[in-house]
């Protein structure tokens, strides 16, 4: 502690800050020392200070051992769980053997349980096929049945149409003789109204042709009259009887026209008989042509009940075989059931011994979880004295040097005890001081350059990382009394790169801060 003191002391005695204006705009000139924050390097676990490796002052790398501790007792326990691990690693593998071989099992126990209800599939699958058999057989056993039914209607059916047919040759035989009797009687009807209407017509005619004559006459006559009756040469009376006679002769023409239409229709009427007649001939030849149709259809009808009796013989003939079917297919079931049953049988057996082996597969993971738990305890107690036996050596934290030693060899130590206090080369700072009408400028994270004495040719980039809050006055070992007096603010330029371990504490140098971002190095 007394030597950290006097390092102290002479890093102060050559602490100054020059924040004169003689530096580039935009930048303070500051100088100090470099300096490093202390950092304690102690145990973890209690024991005796065997061995010391370093001397203050000296110059460590991360990781490096500095001193080591007494290990003799945990060193057996470190044996002690080692040889615990072994045993039950071994009593792991023996359980995972055991599972391996109960889950062999297990797979072949699922493999005959597959096998087993395959066969039973199959076997369904053969039931299935015979209820399907019996059903088609007995579906065609029925159906031929009623294919059987339906010949024996159709013999029935032909037979009716064939007494049909009989009925109908008769019929026709009796249509014929009927039409050739109408036919006559039409025949002489139509000549008779047609003769009695053409004399008619003819007498009509005579009498329109003696009242048109007879028109005419009294129309000159009525002509003449009015003439005359206009020249006042016949009376008005002789006027009115020609008049009179005028109008008769043209009603008797008329009535005489009406008479001859009426005539004339009368004989369109009787010739329309001729198409009766007409009529009646081609309901004679309807006549003859039905006969021979119904004598046709009566052949046709004998052909068909022999069709029909043929074909009931050969339904009949198929119920046989069908019934034959019927009965094969039941024996096929009762075969087929029997078969089920006893692979029904094998898939149970084959389930029991599959629920038996996983339970003993089951029962063989426990044990290889019990295994495991025993492994991970006994290395964990492993893990745990190794790392007691590790911590028996004590390693530099980072790269840096040694500032004191503040423990001895043989000395006992608690866990957390203080072997060394040390710097860390990566952590190296120039502490500087500013004057209070400066310190606005300045903010955390402004870039500065550190330039060490020893290095002339070369500076350190560098950030400002720490700004005191209060003023303070200018420690009293500054060199001159005016600057003493002066309030200033402590900051920290804090270098970015010391890996290679150039910059060591103590180094008198100056930093140059950067404060407008603006302004070019």
Request: hydrophobic fraction near 40%; glycine fraction near 4%.
């Amino acid at each position: 502690m007394k030597w950290k003191m006097l390092f102290v002391c002479f890093i102060m005695s050559f602490l100054l800050c020059s924040c004169e204006k003689k530096a580039p705009p935009g930048f303070i000139d500051c100088n100090g020392r470099i300096e490093g924050d202390e950092s304690k390097v102690g145990t973890k676990i209690s024991g005796k200070v065997m061995e010391l490796l370093v001397d203050e002052g000296s110059i460590v790398k991360k990781g490096q051992v500095l001193a080591k501790l007494s290990s003799e007792q945990i060193m057996a326990s470190v044996k002690q769980a080692e040889a615990n691990v072994d045993v039950a690693k071994k009593q792991l593998e023996k359980a995972k053997n055991n599972a391996k071989i109960q889950e062999a099992n297990l797979r072949q126990a699922e493999s005959n349980v597959e096998v087993a209800q395959a066969q039973y599939a199959d076997a369904m699958e053969g039931v299935t096929i015979a209820a399907s058999n019996i059903n088609e057989a007995s579906a065609n056993k029925s159906y031929s049945v009623y294919q059987a039914k339906e010949a024996s209607a159709g013999v029935d059916v032909s037979k009716a149409q064939l007494d049909v047919a009989k009925s109908n040759t008769t019929v026709s035989e009796k249509d014929i003789s009927k039409s050739d009797l109408t036919l006559s009687q039409t025949r002489k009807q139509s000549d008779a109204q047609i003769k009695d209407a053409e004399a008619k017509v003819a007498a009509a005619k005579a009498t329109l042709a003696q009242a048109q004559a007879n028109y005419d006459y009294q129309r000159n006559e009525f002509d003449r009259n009015t003439n005359l009756y206009k020249e006042e040469v016949i009376s008005k009376s002789a006027f009115d009887q020609a008049e009179a006679a005028y109008k008769s002769a043209l009603e008797q023409v008329n009535a005489s026209q009406k008479q001859l239409e009426s005539a004339e229709e009368t004989l369109n009427y009787a010739r329309t008989s001729a198409y009766t007649v007409s009529i009646n001939e081609k309901q004679l030849e309807t006549s003859y042509a039905n006969f021979d149709s119904a004598k046709a259809n009566e052949k046709s009808a004998n052909v068909n009940v022999v069709s029909a009796k043929a074909k009931e013989a050969s339904a009949y003939s198929m119920v046989d075989v069908y019934s034959a079917q019927y009965q094969t297919s039941l024996a096929q079931m009762g075969q087929a059931q029997a078969k089920a049953q006893e692979a029904s049988l094998q898939v149970r057996v084959a389930e029991d011994n599959r629920r038996g082996a996983l339970a003993s597969y089951n029962a063989a993971l426990d044990e290889v979880k019990s295994a495991e738990g025993s492994l991970k305890a006994y290395e964990a107690v492993l893990m745990s004295a190794t790392a007691d036996l590790e911590d028996t050596k004590i390693y530099a934290p980072s790269d840096g040097v040694i500032l004191t030693k503040v423990s001895e060899p043989g000395e006992v130590l608690t866990p957390g005890g203080v072997v060394f206090t040390m710097v860390n080369y990566n952590l190296l700072y120039m502490k500087a001081y500013i004057p209070n009408e400066l310190v606005g400028k300045i903010k955390l994270g402004d870039e500065a350059r550190i330039y060490l004495d020893a290095y002339k040719d070369k500076y350190f980039e560098a950030t400002v990382k720490e700004i005191n809050q209060q003023a303070e006055f200018t420690p009293k070992n500054v060199e001159t009394k005016a600057q003493r007096v002066k309030l200033v603010f402590g900051l920290k330029v804090y270098l970015k790169d010391n890996s290679k371990g150039e910059a060591k504490p103590g180094m008198p140098g100056d930093s140059r801060v950067k404060y407008d971002a603006n302004a070019r190095w």
